[in-house]
């Protein structure tokens, strides 16, 4: 058991944060032995990380990661396991969704336009189902010129050919770890820390390299 100012030290969150998370549910409440003593469960120290981790990685919010820990496929003990079942929560396939027809009539295209897109790769609708992280994407490909559409089109396809190299690294690596929660956690940092770092630097390292000329 740990005393807060342990929990804040090991987890490296602010007491502030920690007591919004009990009260939001997220923590477990903590044993109170005596008035104004409290002491927590050292599970908390890795579930805080989690939790920070959605917040940070994949912007999930409160009711989200809410959602998640309720989801009957949710192990406190495993939880990157636990999040590959259970991705369409965090990602926002439980929010408000939006009919093709009523995407096309909002942004003035029409279906077969989207329905380019969607076999693009440009925009994945998740069970044929449009969220508001569909309708935000469509938004910027709606402002999006014909050179812009043309470098975008060259993201899916080489996002389609990481995507088999990535799923396949990362079989492998489950297969051969006994430690699969931190390989998955290895594996998440890899493709949502790591990737857009890279990808993005490179493209800041050309453009300032251009403007030197």
Not at 18 to 32: A, F, Q, W
Not at 35 to 44: A, I, Q, R, S, T
Not at 73 to 81: G, H, K, L, M
């Amino acid at each position: 058991m740990l005393k807060m100012n342990e929990l804040v030290k090991f987890s490296q969150t602010p007491k502030s944060t920690i007591l919004y998370y009990v009260k939001e549910g997220l923590l477990p409440e903590p044993h109170k032995d005596k008035p104004n003593f409290h002491l927590y469960d050292e599970k908390c120290v890795k579930l805080i990380e989690f939790i920070r981790y959605l917040q940070s990685n994949f912007y999930a919010t409160i009711s989200q990661i809410k959602a998640l820990f309720a989801s009957p496929n949710f192990d406190v003990d495993n939880p990157y396991e636990s999040l590959i079942s259970s991705l369409s929560i965090i990602m926002g396939a439980e929010n408000e969704t939006f009919s093709e027809s009523v995407l096309c009539q909002q942004f003035q295209i029409p279906a077969e336009q989207l329905q380019q897109w969607v076999a693009q790769g440009l925009i994945t609708p998740r069970d044929n189902i449009f969220t508001a992280k569909e309708r935000d994407i469509l938004a910027i490909l709606c402002r999006s010129n014909t050179e812009e559409l043309g470098v975008i089109a060259q993201y899916a396809e080489v996002a389609k050919k990481l995507a088999v190299q990535e799923a396949e690294v990362t079989i492998n690596a489950l297969e051969n770890s006994s430690e699969k929660d931190q390989k998955l956690k290895h594996l998440f940092d890899i493709l949502l820390v790591l990737k857009p770092y890279v990808l993005n630097m490179q493209t800041l390292k050309t453009y300032q390299q251009g403007n030197q000329l």
